[in-house]
């Protein structure tokens, strides 16, 4: 068992540093520039490790894809206290937003290298995930009058918008501001204004 633990490690260790390696590859050259050589130089690891674990270079860039869309999952679901679907989307927006702050550069490098698709879909995929968790988790199923799917495409595509925009832009909103945005836009009066004014 110990043994098992100690290759996982191993494992673990070695995808780490060949994604490390390819991202900061990407910050200098675009990935069709990029060899399998380069990644192994880069990472320090002998090429046939290399196809130990991958198959390719765009094997690799999958792979660490979904390493984060786990890692921005698993931090979307620690959110204590939400009690409301306003407290889900707004809770789940800041933290995939601090999520992103903190690994701007990456999204930077995946922006910059035509992998705006993907960024979207990894922040969708969370998002999706995470408005599922909570919805189960405070038991409110019951309570939508609309179909569940339709409910959790809505608001995580709103997400992985803002998400999107906020990595894109030169002159991204604060979290505070968006944050505020947001709470303005889930209060009842100020969606009764905004008809009146299209009415």
């Known amino acids: 068992m110990e043994e098992k633990m100690k290759e996982d490690l191993r ?7 060949l ?4 991202f900061e590859l990407l910050e200098e050259l675009p990935l069709e520039k990029i ?6 130089n880069k990472a320090m690891v002998h090429r046939a490790t290399f196809y130990a674990h991958f198959e390719d270079k765009y094997h690799l860039l999958t792979y660490v894809i979904d390493e984060i869309k786990e890692e921005l999952f698993s931090k979307t679901i620690q959110l204590e206290n939400v009690t409301s679907i306003k ?11 601090d999520y992103i702050e903190k690994n701007k550069k990456r999204f930077l490098v995946m922006v910059n290298n035509n992998k705006t698709e993907s960024i979207y879909g990894i922040v969708l995929n969370a998002a999706k995930r995470g408005i599922l968790y909570f919805i189960d988790s405070i038991n409110i199923k019951k309570d939508l009058l609309i179909p569940i799917d339709i409910f959790i495409d809505f608001f995580s ?7 999107l925009n906020f990595i894109k832009s030169t002159k991204p909103y604060s979290m505070e501001d968006l944050i505020k945005y947001l709470d303005t836009m889930f209060d009842e009066k100020m969606l009764v204004k905004i008809k009146k004014a299209y009415v």
Do not use: P
Not at 11 to 17: A, E, G, L, M, S
Not at 19 to 22: C, N, Q, T, V
């Open 157 to 163: 595509g709103g997400i992985a918008n803002i998400a």
């Open 11 to 17: 494992i673990q260790k070695t995808r780490k540093v």
């Open 87 to 97: 407290q889900i989307y707004l809770n789940l927006l800041k933290t995939t937003m």
């Open 35 to 40: 060899s399998v050589i380069d990644i192994c």
């Open 19 to 22: 994604s490390i390696a390819l």
